[in-house]
């Protein structure tokens, strides 16, 4: 089952200075998400950004996500439904159709922040090939969490809903791995904090609403968990796998301390 949407005039538009506004693609995967969809798609179309393609990469589906799709069909540029091998599969597979030269993995369970949000990342050129914010973590209020150093990437992962990331990456990158099937997107992550011509850029806003009972908020990804520090190795190099395991023993020490007294 498939719709190849309505592409119309993308990537032509301009903003009010006359600065072409780059194509951004929002890929969405869902599997009988029928409980939060429309909330995310909402997000999605009432963005005050003139250059989106949205597509949506169902998991064949059994409840009604699919009629949920349907009811925004002229809306959505592209989506399918089929099986797939998981959600990174399914971003795979929109990383593969998508046209834009700015790719952001929205879950079916998230929103984004406000209606502003590409309008403010996207109005000026950017010279980093990702660029991330913060996400606001389900219903506690938290913001999470900054900006990340290579340090602070062993120990976190930036939220996926908070990335923008330039299309060249997964061209130079490759796609997520299937491996890591929670978790690919860490794996991601480090190897293109470590390329040189990244140039990772924090911007101090909030992109998203993040549902943090989602699928990969607390799982466990046991082939990460076990190989991280040598995909950190091989990123960042030995000193730096030691720096980092050095700082993460030491805030964990002090943490445990402060609980104690």
């Not at 976190?156 to 929670?182: E, K, M, P, W």
Request: charged share 30%; aromatic share 12%.
């Amino acid at each position: 089952m498939k719709s190849n949407g309505h592409p119309g005039n993308k990537g032509q538009a301009k903003n009010q200075n006359g600065y072409i506004l780059p194509l951004v693609s929002i890929i969405t995967a869902t599997f009988n998400a029928e409980k939060d969809l429309d909330q995310c798609i909402h997000s999605v179309l009432g963005q005050k950004y003139d250059n989106i393609e949205f597509i949506i990469i169902d998991g064949a589906s059994t409840d009604t996500t699919l009629d949920i799709i349907k009811k925004y069909d002229d809306q959505i540029d592209y989506w399918i439904s089929e099986k797939d091998r998981g959600v990174y599969d399914a971003l795979n597979k929109g990383i593969n159709v998508a046209k834009g030269e700015w790719l952001y993995f929205l879950g079916a369970d998230d929103r984004l922040a406000d209606d502003k949000v590409l309008q403010n990342i996207f109005s000026k050129p950017r010279e980093s090939k990702l660029l991330y914010g913060n996400v606001r973590w389900g219903d506690t209020g938290r913001i999470y969490d900054g900006e990340f150093s290579r340090l602070k990437l062993f120990r976190l992962n930036i939220c996926q809903q908070a990335i923008f990331y330039h299309r060249d990456l997964f061209t130079s990158l490759g796609r997520f791995n299937l491996r890591y099937n929670v978790k690919a997107d860490w794996v991601f992550n480090m190897k293109a904090f470590a390329a040189k011509d990244v140039k990772p850029c924090f911007i101090d806003i909030i992109v998203a609403d993040y549902n943090n009972k989602g699928m990969s908020s607390d799982a466990e990804d046991e082939n990460l968990n076990r190989e991280r520090e040598d995909i950190f190795r091989e990123c960042f190099g030995k000193v730096n796998l030691f720096r980092a395991k050095l700082s993460h023993f030491l805030e964990t020490r002090i943490l445990s301390a402060g609980t104690s007294k």
